[in-house]
């Protein structure tokens, strides 16, 4: 009897901005996988623009983080009903899992970690490995991805090309003559100060960077205006964009930047993911070899970040320049 083809299929990935960009090379593996299914994406709102924008979806989703009784069991109905046939978890976590089991006691073939699911990525190592190869491993476990490169390093990073090109954008190593500039991304998570360089190094930074002929450009939300203020004290003709950019904006951005330097925090993996040559800094606080963006990257992390010197960064920020 022939295989059913799978036609709906409900894809998992709510949060964060970070985990979400990794998460698009798997989500186009996905859509390459069922080129004519009906594909959904549950996620959450800050999210919702960036993914309807995305090839990979025919709908978008945002209730994924139910709050209460009522909500938990509005979810449950309306998955119930889409009758999927198939799930991709990409966010495999105890949430997730709740999701799972409130679909049984017949739940839809279901690819992730959850308990009881159909096609578990049973990799005991899943943990140990960096999101672009545990999500290729994952794959790989549910049967669409047999030669999946799960070797450190060795999975394709996202692509976000999808955005660029809606805007005509060519990335800066296309070689498109522009006024070159540094993003800087200082700012992250509010509850994560540990994750953040400080502020004056980014100042003394950017004046390095100036007199090497970069501009310098801030983004970040809008919590993190008084940061690029910081910075303009220390280099006045900073671009302060704080507040003013949305996450394909920051694509843009990055695709033009001769350079972005900033935390591990998500618009740094948008930034690095549309092609800018990157330094990411990290604390002792999360492990570059689970989560760092992929592409011309250089990664530097100290225990304390505020032990990392400005010296350092301007250094690797020199080698990963492109060349004149």
Known sequence: MPKREV???????????????????????????????HITLL??????????????????HTDGRPEGFPQWMTLRRRLRTAN???????????????????????PPAWSGIAFG?????????????????????QLMYAGIWPDAPTAPGTAPGPDLSWVLAGEGVRPASSGVKAKPYAMFVPGGSAHR?????????????????????????VIGGPQETALAQAIQRQAPRTRDLTGRTDFASIAILGAKAA?????????????????????????????????????????LQAPQLSDLAVAKVAQAAAAVLPKA
Not at 17 to 32: E, P
Not at 43 to 60: G, R
Not at 99 to 106: D, E, G, H, T, V
Not at 195 to 215: F, H, S
């Open 7 to 37: 036609q709906k299929i409900l894809v998992i990935k709510l949060s964060a901005l970070g985990d979400f960009v990794l998460a698009l090379a798997a989500m186009k593996k996905i859509r390459q996988a069922h080129p004519k299914a």
């Open 43 to 60: 996620t959450t709102p800050p999210f919702e623009a960036l993914a309807k924008a995305s090839p990979y979806f025919n709908a978008v």
């Open 84 to 106: 999927f046939n198939r799930v991709y978890d990409l966010q495999t976590s105890n949430h997730t899992n709740r999701i799972f089991q409130l679909l049984r006691p017949n």
């Open 117 to 137: 699911c159909s096609l578990p990525h049973k990799n005991p190592l899943r943990n140990q490995m960096h999101t672009l190869e545990r999500q290729a491993d």
């Open 193 to 217: 100060p540990e994750k953040r360089w400080p502020v004056d190094k980014y100042g003394e930074l950017a004046r390095i960077l100036y007199a090497r002929g970069l501009d310098i450009v």
């Open 259 to 299: 350079l972005a330097v900033g935390n591990d925090t998500g618009p740094l993996h948008l930034a690095a993911a549309a092609g800018a040559p990157t330094v990411v800094l990290f604390s002792g606080a999360s492990d570059p070899a689970l989560s760092a963006p992929r592409g011309k990257v250089a990664v």
